[in-house]
């Protein structure tokens, strides 16, 4: 009996200490790295990265490298890093690269959660998938996470705060004073024109004589044709969605 | 058997038949074309040619000796005007530059007209007339209208020759009709080329030249159109009262003038036929007047003289038809008053509107 109690109690202080906290949203943890893929020092090099990005932009970002996909896609794999249980801030973005997808192929999946969402476009996701492309060709997992790093900067800090509606610029009081000249320049030439009267006339169509217009032969012939096409300028189409364990999420992956 | 070489529309290249496609083809620039379309268009670049735009002369006739006794013409040693009048017709001024004419001379040398438009209207009408021109003009200088010499209107028969005309035209177009289309991608645009080719004739009367150098030519055309149905024989009676000049621009210089508004008028005409197309852009015309005819005429025209700030002025109304034509001096303080005021109150309305909308 005392044994049997001695293990229950061992069993229910491993999963209190398993489960982690929910109500905080104290998860540190920026770099995680579950196949042995990055060394100390690169370990810490992208957390204190993580944590400049965090201190600028106001999202958490989450740098992951797994050996193996435990048979999920990269894609869901790295939604579920993030997802609210897990403890990070409401905005945060997960890099996630895996040295196998379980089919042979190494992958990596970018995801995006609340207000990161629309700070980084589909195009932005693509451009980054495209960027680590040699990085992870050769396996060189921390380069990838790092050019992640370098581009989730830039990409942040494109969009920058509607500015607050201030009072209307100045530069406005010469461009309304030139177009009032303009406007009332056109209006009073217009009225001067009415003095000036006298003009050769052009053509002699008083004095072509009635009924008197025959036209012989007419021919519309067809010649040839030709077809142009303009590329459409590409829109900045901004993020689409999916949702993982009821939470919506942003991003994209790709093998490689 | 002449050999027949066939030029490509679009490039110019030699063209060559292309028994793959059983199509003409370019081997310059890769247009394709069908046999018809090139049979059609090499028949048009057939009836190429050029204007021929030439008149028969034989304007006016002689006057007797009994007519040429009936008038006296009269010199301006100021500006070099000769008006010709009856003898009960005193010249006193010259109507041009208003300086006393001088010298009388027997009338000689000179055609007498075919036909005549007597005057209709008379100088009330003509004085009526010029009060209803400077009525009304917003930047007429106030002063002007006070400072005319009205009573010196002058009614004056102003010779014009007058050219009757068929004229045959070929002329060719370029043509295109442009569709466009889209997709998830790209924009389409196609643009398919046609030659356009219309072949007829148009009959110009009595279209009329100032014949005389003094009268200034734009001041003349401005004053059409005239109406010939009114026009009658020439009598030297209808001069009674009138000053009449004698022309000093003859027929052969005068052609030029009315080729060219003939020709206009049948290129407007054409090209009014032809529609259809987004762009029409004309590649080669010729124009062939036939049954040509030249006549001389005298036509009617109130004409007044003035001076303001030491600028000539002179305003004419058609003597026939009542038409008033003569360009105003401005009042440039007035404009630029105005002009101003314009401006600062747009310049206030706009900027306005920006703060209005930057509040949205």
Known sequence: MKRLFAVLLTLLLVALIAVPAVSAATNTNYVVDNGNLLSESEISDLYQKSLDLQSKYDCDVIFIAVGSLDGKTSQQYADERHLPSEGYSDDSIVFLVAADDGHGSKDAAVSTKGACINRITDAEIDRMLDDITTAMKSGDYYAALDTFAADADTYLSYDTPAPAKGPLPWYWIPIAIIIGFLASLLIMLGVKSKLKSVVMQRSASNYVRQNSMQLRQSRDTFLYTTVTKTAKPKENSGSSTHSTGGTTFGGGSRKY | ?360
């Not at chain 2, 009269?74 to 006393?100: K, M, R």
Request: glycine share 6%.
């Open chain 2, 1 to 360: 058997m002449a050999l027949q070489e066939y030029k490509c529309p679009c490039c110019g290249g030699a063209i060559a038949f292309d028994p793959n496609l059983q199509k003409m083809k370019c081997p310059y620039c890769d247009t394709e074309f069908e046999m018809e379309a090139l049979k059609g268009y090499d028949e048009d670049l057939k009836n190429e040619g050029t204007d021929q735009l030439e008149w028969h002369n034989d304007a006016g006739s002689a006057w007797t000796a009994d007519e040429e006794n009936a008038l006296r013409s009269y010199v301006c040693h100021s500006c070099g005007g000769e008006i010709v009048t009856d003898l009960t017709t005193a010249a006193t001024e010259c109507p041009y530059c208003g300086n006393p004419v001088v010298m009388m001379n027997q009338l000689s040398g000179s055609l007498k007209p075919d036909f005549i438009i007597p005057f209709k209207l008379d100088k009330e009408a003509a004085i009526q007339g010029l009060k209803k021109h400077l009525s009304g003009k917003f930047l007429l200088p106030k002063v002007f209208k006070d400072e005319n010499h009205l009573d010196e209107i002058k009614g004056i028969y102003v010779p014009f020759w007058l050219f009757d005309a068929d004229a045959d035209a070929d002329i060719r177009y370029r043509g295109t009709r442009v569709t466009t289309w889209s997709d998830a991608n790209y924009i389409y645009t196609r643009t398919s080329f046609y030659s356009i080719f219309r072949e007829g004739s148009l009959g110009f009367d009595h279209v009329p030249v100032d014949g005389s150098s003094k009268m200034p030519d734009d001041l003349m055309e401005s004053v059409e159109p005239y109406d010939f149905s009114q026009a009658v024989d020439f009598q030297t009676a209808y001069l009674a009262g009138y000053l009449a000049d004698k022309y000093d621009v003859d027929a052969e210089q005068s052609k030029p003038r009315a080729n060219e508004r003939i020709k206009e008028s049948t290129e407007d005409a054409f090209r009014n036929t032809v529609s259809g197309y987004a762009t029409v852009a004309p590649e080669s015309s010729n124009v062939r007047l036939k049954s040509s005819r030249t006549q001389y005429a005298l036509y009617p025209v109130w004409i007044l003289n003035t001076t303001y700030k030491g600028e000539k002025y002179l305003f004419a109304m058609n003597g026939q038809t009542g038409k008033f034509v003569g360009n105003l001096p401005t009042d440039w303080g007035k404009f630029w008053r105005v002009q101003l005021l314009l401006a600062a109150g747009i310049a206030a309305v706009s900027y306005g509107i920006a703060f209005l909308v930057n509040l949205l």
